[in-house]
């Protein structure tokens, strides 16, 4: 079973920033992804890192306000969010994923750890 821990989450006002962190067990060569599941809604990719950091993806919904990166050598996958908005409160979480141009999939025999909380007031 790999170990994954998210951290980074909090409350913040529309407009601010956070960065979220994560460290998983099973790092090296995986292509990774951030997940997030809002408050009675499923689960979604909204960005995926391919495992050498040159390919990237991101949803409509966080193009142009997430940044996802990686630091292969401490095994850590972040994701930079800024000018945060309402809808992007969710627990958000970490996964070794696929993705193409149009998807971002979680490898779901990866488990799934305890996320990290988001919300963004008005």
């Known amino acids: 079973q790999v170990q994954v821990r998210e951290s980074g989450g909090g409350s913040v006002q529309a407009g601010g920033s956070l960065r979220l962190s994560c460290t998983a067990s099973a790092f090296a060569g995986a292509h990774m992804g951030w997940f997030r599941q809002p408050p009675g809604k499923e689960r979604e990719g909204i960005a995926c890192?391919?495992?050498?950091?040159?390919?990237?993806y991101y949803s409509d919904r966080v193009k142009g306000r997430f940044t996802i990166s990686r630091d292969n050598v401490k095994s850590l996958l972040y994701l930079q969010m800024n000018d945060l908005k309402p809808e992007d409160t969710a627990m958000y979480y970490c996964?070794?994923?696929?993705?193409?141009?149009?998807?971002?999939?979680?490898?779901?025999?990866?488990?799934w750890g305890q996320g990290t909380q988001v919300t963004v007031s008005s």
């Open positions: 996964a070794a994923a696929s993705f193409g141009n149009s998807y971002c999939h979680p490898e779901e025999s990866y488990g």
């Open positions: 890192l391919s495992w050498n950091a040159r390919n990237t």
